[in-house]
C-alpha cells in the first residue's frame, strides 16, 4: 500500500527510540527459553487423556508447548490443546515403537541423549538465574534511566492527496485553496487507498518515518498551510499540515514487556560470558603452531 511505503519505518509510535537504546545486545536465541518447565510451575499434573493405555498429563501439555514454541503459536488458540493432546498421543506410541524395536540401545542414541540432556540442563539453568533480572525495580530504573537520554523528537500530523501527475495535484491545491475541505478533496481525489479514505489523515509522524521528499515538506511548513506539489516514488501529493508537538514518551507500562525480556536475556548473555569466563578452549582438531 502506498501509505506503508511511505512511512520508512513500521516500529510504534512512541517507541522506537527507547527500543534503539533497549537493543544494543545481540543474545544467542537458542538461550532464549520459557520462563520454566512444567514440573516448576503449578500446573495439576493430573491425566486428561489415554492412548492405548499411555497416560498423557496436563503438565506434559505444557511441556509440549514450550518446546513447539512459534510453531504452536501458528495453530489458533482454540484448537490449540486438542493440537498438544494429538502430538502428544503420536509422540508417545511412536516412541513406543521405537522402544520395542530397540532404537535406545544404539550407540548412537546414548550419545544423542547426553547432547540433549546437557543442552536442557544449561538452558534451565540460565532460565532459573536469569529470571530475578527482570525485577520489578530493576525494569523501572531502566526505563527511567532511558527516560533520563532521550530529546523530545518533534512530530506532525498530516493529510495528504496523492495524485499520479502535476497538473492534477495543481488542480487539487486549487480547489482546497479556494475554500473546499481538504478531507472531502482527499477522500475523492487521493490514489492512497489507506489515507485516502480518511480523509487523507496519516495520523502523527516524525520525520525520519517518511520517504525524504514528503518528510522534508511536511516539516517545512506551518499548522494550518498547505504545501505546494511534492513528487516522490510514489507520484505527487499536496500535503496539509494540521498539528505539530514534541512526541510523547511512552508509558513505563507500555514498554514494561519490552523492557523484562530485555533484562533476561541481557541476564543470559551475562550468566553465558561469566561461565566460560577465562577457561580455555584447546582445540585438538588442529595442528599446534
Not at 544494543?24 to 499434573?45: M, P, R, Y
Not at 532460565?127 to 533480572?133: E, I, L, T
Not at 498539528?243 to 543470559?268: N, S
Amino acid at each position: 500500500m502506498i501509505r506503508s511505503g511511505l512511512r520508512r519505518f513500521s516500529a510504534p509510535q512512541g517507541r522506537g527510540s527507547l527500543f534503539a537504546l533497549l537493543a544494543g545486545v545481540a543474545i544467542c536465541a537458542s538461550l532464549i527459553g520459557s520462563a520454566a518447565l512444567a514440573q516448576d510451575s503449578k500446573v495439576d499434573n493430573k491425566v486428561v487423556a489415554k492412548i492405548d493405555g499411555i497416560e498423557i498429563t496436563e503438565q506434559e501439555i505444557v511441556l509440549a508447548g514450550e518446546d513447539l514454541g512459534e510453531r504452536i503459536t501458528q495453530v489458533p488458540a482454540a484448537q490449540r490443546r486438542d493440537y498438544l493432546i494429538g502430538y502428544l498421543a503420536d509422540l508417545k506410541i511412536g516412541a513406543r515403537a521405537a522402544e520395542r524395536a530397540k532404537i535406545g540401545e544404539a550407540p548412537e542414541f546414548a550419545l544423542r541423549m547426553a547432547y540433549f540432556r546437557q543442552k536442557v540442563l544449561m538452558d534451565e539453568f540460565i532460565s532459573r538465574q536469569s529470571r530475578a533480572a527482570a525485577s520489578p525495580e530493576a525494569a523501572r530504573k531502566l526505563y527511567d534511566d532511558t527516560m533520563k537520554t532521550m530529546k523530545p523528537e518533534e512530530e506532525v500530523r498530516a493529510r495528504h492527496i496523492l495524485v499520479e501527475k502535476e497538473d492534477e495535484a495543481k488542480a487539487a491545491l486549487a480547489r482546497v485553496r479556494k475554500g473546499e475541505d481538504f478531507a472531502k478533496v482527499a477522500a475523492e481525489l487521493s490514489r492512497d487507498p489507506g489515507s485516502g479514505k480518511e480523509g487523507g489523515d496519516l495520523g502523527y509522524f516524525t520525520q525520519d518515518r517518511m520517504v525524504p521528499q514528503f518528510g522534508a515538506m511536511a516539516f517545512q511548513i506551518k499548522p494550518g498551510e498547505i504545501s505546494e506539489p511534492v513528487q516522490t516514488q510514489f507520484g505527487w501529493h499536496v500535503i496539509k499540515v494540521e498539528d505539530k508537538r514534541a512526541k510523547p514518551l511512552p508509558k513505563f507500562e507500555d514498554v514494561k514487556g519490552e523492557i523484562e525480556t530485555y533484562l533476561v536475556r541481557k541476564a543470559q548473555q551475562d550468566i553465558v560470558m561469566g561461565l566460560r569466563g577465562d577457561l580455555k578452549l584447546e582445540r585438538l582438531d588442529q595442528p599446534k603452531p
